[in-house]
């Protein structure tokens, strides 16, 4: 009867090293945001609507999931870059691109001390081709 006692405890914890290391080891963060507008992201017009954003890693370069409805839309390289203070709430940072378009080029995330600054097609294709981006 000890032993059966034993045995349980012992497999009880086990289970919880497991759980815990599994835990530790996932290192995917996500984060919400949404267009007011139909906006680009990463050469792709993307509807207005509600997104996620998912990485994974601490930086400084991160590749970014963009995803809507369970469907990864892009993928996109960014910068994770540390802040000051915690962001006060989701927020999707827009800038004028070539020909008028809207393309995405920062996203911070509500509680969160890092923001993401994206790299827009052109400057992934010079990281894709060997030259530093500095």
């Known amino acids: 009867m000890k032993s059966s006692l034993f045995s349980k405890i012992m497999m009880l914890t086990f289970a919880l090293a497991l ?3 599994a835990f530790a080891a996932n ?7 949404q267009f007011s507008s139909p ?3 990463n050469g792709k017009e993307l509807p207005s609507g509600e997104y996620v954003a998912r990485w994974e890693g601490t930086g ?4 970014v999931d963009i995803i809507r409805d369970g469907k990864v839309l892009t993928t996109v390289t960014a910068q994770l870059v540390n802040l000051d203070q ?3 709430e989701d927020a999707a940072e827009v800038q004028n691109g070539a020909g008028g378009s809207r393309e995405l080029s920062v996203l911070r995330f509500s509680g969160k001390k890092y923001s993401l600054t994206l790299s827009g097609p052109s400057d992934q294709a010079k990281m894709g081709s060997g030259d ?3």
């Open 39 to 41: 906006t680009q992201v």
């Open 60 to 63: 400084p370069s991160v590749k």
């Open 19 to 21: 759980a815990t290391s």
């Open 132 to 134: 530093s981006a500095k």
């Open 86 to 88: 915690k962001a006060d």
């Open 27 to 33: 290192d995917t963060h996500k984060g919400n945001f």
